[in-house]
């Protein structure tokens, strides 16, 4: 049996309110990065996911969550829908997400019924079920992929439209939403508030739901909506098992050193007694994997450095 721990954030940058100087070491992890073999792997998690279930990227990982969140399969193509607030920043707009602490249930389905009225006629159809997981039910999805939400955070969102010609109604979609939402009394009301407007949608993971997944695992330890719509929908039960470690990603985005540290040492507890017994497949969902094997314990020569934060 090989282990397949997926650790997103693994090497990212610490919450700026933690001291590098002062930082303790990390001794399993050390160990194992330094004496296991480092290969290059593409994909970011979703992707990766995707891939261990037999699937590629493109099949669209919206379709699995929807089946996990509403124990439903779809009954046409998904989308998942993100309500972002757009900033304009000189010559560009940037997009950052919204979380819960700043929607709030009503507020989430209150424009989505304005978004379901005006795009009736389209087919289009939104589905709140948590003020930040919304899904687009939709007969005709975009022919080339939208990029994800975590690849457009931050950034300007004129680089990660859909420019052809087969997607330019998905384009007019996006626009159309922008100029619907800022016409909206609840986002006047946000703003008198001092609170950020929800002023579009960012659409990914287009997609239909295939009648199976083919593969599967012995054994699943992770909370991750994709993955517990792909375990769902697999048939056949694999012989690896599969971990999905979050703790790390989720600290770094509220920014929280002592869930990071704590996260980090959670992390130390899982590695150490894996190290001894079995193949463990490490991915950063960076680009890089790590392989181990228990043999590995005794490349003594390849000496534990401190860990390089990206």
């Not at 992929?145 to 975590?150: E, I, K, Q, Y």
């Not at 929800?198 to 054994?219: E, I």
Request: aromatic letters at 10%; glycine letters at 8%.
């Amino acid at each position: 049996m090989i282990r397949h721990l997926f650790v997103p954030g693994l090497l990212d940058r610490p919450p700026d309110t933690v001291d590098l100087a002062a930082l303790a070491r990390f001794p399993a992890l050390e160990r194992f990065i330094a004496r296991s073999r480092e290969e290059p792997v593409q994909g970011g998690l979703e992707e990766l996911l995707m891939n261990f279930f037999g699937l590629q990227a493109s099949q669209g990982g919206a379709p699995f969550c929807y089946l996990a969140d509403t124990g439903q399969r779809p009954e046409t193509g998904v989308l998942r829908a993100f309500p972002v607030h757009l900033r304009a920043d000189r010559d560009r707009v940037l997009l950052f997400p919204l979380d819960e602490s700043q929607l709030n249930m009503d507020e989430a389905q209150a424009l989505a019924a304005q978004f379901n009225e005006h795009f009736s006629g389209d087919g289009l159809a939104i589905e709140v079920h948590s003020p930040h997981r919304w899904y687009l039910l939709a007969q005709c999805l975009p022919r080339t992929p939208l990029a994800t939400l975590d690849q457009v955070a931050g950034r300007s969102l004129g680089d990660y439209l859909p420019h052809s010609e087969a997607d330019r109604f998905w384009l007019s979609v996006i626009n159309e939403t922008q100029m619907l939402f800022f016409d909206s009394p609840l986002n006047r009301k946000r703003e008198q508030a001092g609170r950020l407007p929800v002023n579009g949608l960012w659409f990914d993971g287009a997609g239909r739901l295939p009648d199976t997944v083919p593969r599967g695992a012995s054994h699943i330890d992770g909370n991750h909506c994709l993955l517990r719509g792909l375990a769902a929908c697999s048939e056949e039960q694999g012989e690896d098992a599969l971990i999905l470690f979050e703790d790390i990603q989720q600290s770094l985005l509220i920014q929280d050193a002592a869930s990071w540290l704590q996260a980090r040492q959670r992390l130390e507890g899982i590695l150490n007694p894996l190290m001894r017994e079995t193949q463990i497949m490490l991915y950063s969902c960076d680009g890089r994997r790590w392989h181990w094997k228990p043999s590995c314990n005794r490349h003594f020569w390849r000496y534990s450095r401190p860990l390089c934060w990206s």
